[in-house]
């Protein structure tokens, strides 16, 4: 699934997961919103800013 991050949420996530699907969100580019989807659980972010996902993927590990 590639819903837009503002049309998801935890509820959303968890039901599309627990059916053996991925979620990749799009188009997140703020570094608080991407953060913030990454913690509801989605398997991806879109992004346009791929250096500042690799950076914040780096200090989440």
Known sequence: MH???RMIDRADI???RQH???????TVN???E??????????GVITDY?????E???ARA
């Open 3 to 5: 819903p837009h991050y």
């Open 14 to 16: 968890a039901a599309i």
């Open 20 to 26: 053996g699907q991925l979620v990749f969100v799009w």
């Open 30 to 32: 703020l570094q608080q």
């Open 34 to 43: 991407i953060n913030h989807m990454l913690n509801l659980g989605v398997s």
């Open 50 to 54: 791929t250096a500042r996902m690799r």
């Open 56 to 58: 914040l993927l780096a």
